[in-house]
């Protein structure tokens, strides 16, 4: 069965620093990897998915995730935070036609 | 990208009742879900909705509790029964496509408070 862990549950890390946040899965068939973010009091954001390709996928707002098979894991890096980026930050993972599965999230909390 | 409408979108109930919860897609998908978020946590599948047969739960989710309809491939029901404060979380609908590489899409949720 799939699973995902996110091995931070909290970040805090100051304004225009970089920022790595962890995620890594579980599976025995190929995947499919999805970052959301959700804004305090807001609804879940598609952030980036990785389904096919390039390892490498961005987000239009400055995220990027690689996607890294032998290491199974799929991890989320900005190299400057913004105030704005303070969120719940989820990962993802689907076998393809089953639902997705989430790890248990983790809160970016930028520092002015 | 799939237009999915949720209502209500939020709600404070009574301890005790029951809502109902539905979710319209705006073209025909295979599959459907639905999921909770309880206050700080992370997103816990309830049930795959299948259309024109009974949903598939999850383990700790019965049907007694969270009833669910499929009536056509565009639209879905979830029912939170006999509530209790525990169950005041976000309900969302989800929904699968292959067409644009097995993207799932979500609703934007029914915040739901159980007073």
């Known amino acids: 069965a799939q699973s995902v862990t996110q091995l931070d549950s909290q970040v805090p890390v100051f304004e225009e620093a970089p920022v790595e946040l962890r995620c890594n899965y579980s599976s025995s068939v190929s995947v499919y990897l999805f970052w959301y973010v959700q804004y305090p009091n807001q609804g879940l954001q598609l952030l980036l998915k990785y389904l096919s390709g390039s390892t490498l996928v961005e987000s239009i707002n400055g995220f990027e995730a690689e996607f890294n098979k032998s290491q199974t894991s799929f991890h989320l890096r900005k190299p400057s935070v913004h105030i704005s980026d303070t969120a719940e930050y989820f990962c993802a993972v689907s076998e393809g036609n089953t639902p997705l599965v989430f790890g248990k999230g983790t809160r970016l909390s930028v520092i002015a | 990208s799939a237009v999915i409408s949720q209502k209500p979108s939020r709600d404070i109930c009574q301890r005790g009742t029951s809502l109902t919860i539905q979710c319209q897609v705006d073209s025909q998908v295979t599959m459907m879900f639905w999921y909770r978020q309880q206050p700080g946590q992370s997103l816990t599948l309830i049930a795959t909705a299948n259309q024109g047969s009974e949903a598939t739960y999850e383990s700790g989710f019965v049907i007694d509790k969270f009833p669910i309809s499929r009536p056509n491939l565009t639209f879905s029901t979830l029912t939170v029964s006999n509530m209790s404060p525990e169950d005041s979380s976000i309900y969302l609908c989800?929904?699968?496509?292959?067409?644009?590489?097995?993207?799932?899409?979500f609703g934007e949720g029914s915040w739901l408070t159980v007073v």
């Open positions: 989800s929904v699968y496509r292959g067409s644009s590489g097995n993207t799932i899409y």
